[in-house]
């Protein structure tokens, strides 16, 4: 019975420390996570979890790994302000569709399939690419597009 508090005790003050953490660092929803702060949650989740079930770890060496693991988290949003660093690790929007011609270079880089992108425009309510006058592959990796009759409607 002691070892099932234990546990309970351990996995509770990580998860008020993680919450805690989080609402610091200001996220909001999971849409603002970078690749860096997936990887942190990842790594994170694996520490933590391995505490849970060892006796030798103590409630203070949780906390001690939350801290530490929130302030490699506040250093990176810091870091992430900086526009050289964020383009690095966030990449930046690309233009994937220009005057109704997808950029096959780019899908290949991108690992992003015909159907995808078709998916993506449906969303938009675009069914043919030749609509588009230009298609913005975002950061999070959806499409923006303008289409040929938006620019029409503007012009009149």
């Given at each position: ?97 220009k ?17 995808e992108l ?39």
């Amino acid at each position: 019975m002691e070892l099932y508090l234990g546990v309970a005790l351990k996995f509770i003050v990580a998860l008020i420390g993680i919450i805690i953490v989080i609402r610091i660092i200001g996220q909001k929803e999971l849409a603002q996570t970078t690749p860096v702060d997936l990887v942190f949650m990842l790594i994170l989740a694996d520490i933590v979890g391995g505490m849970i079930h060892e006796k030798d770890f103590k409630i203070t060496h949780i906390i001690f790994i939350i801290i530490i693991w929130g302030l490699c988290m506040w250093g990176s949003e810091k870091l992430t302000r900086k526009n050289a660093f964020e383009r690095w690790i966030d990449g930046k929007p690309e233009i994937i569709i220009k005057n109704g011609t997808v950029n096959t270079r780019l899908m290949e880089k991108e690992n992003l399939s015909k159907q995808e992108l078709e998916t993506q425009l449906r969303k938009q309510g675009v069914f043919n690419v030749k609509e588009v006058r230009l298609g913005i592959l975002e950061i999070d990796g959806t499409i923006s597009a303008k289409l040929y009759k938006d620019t029409d409607n503007q012009e009149k």
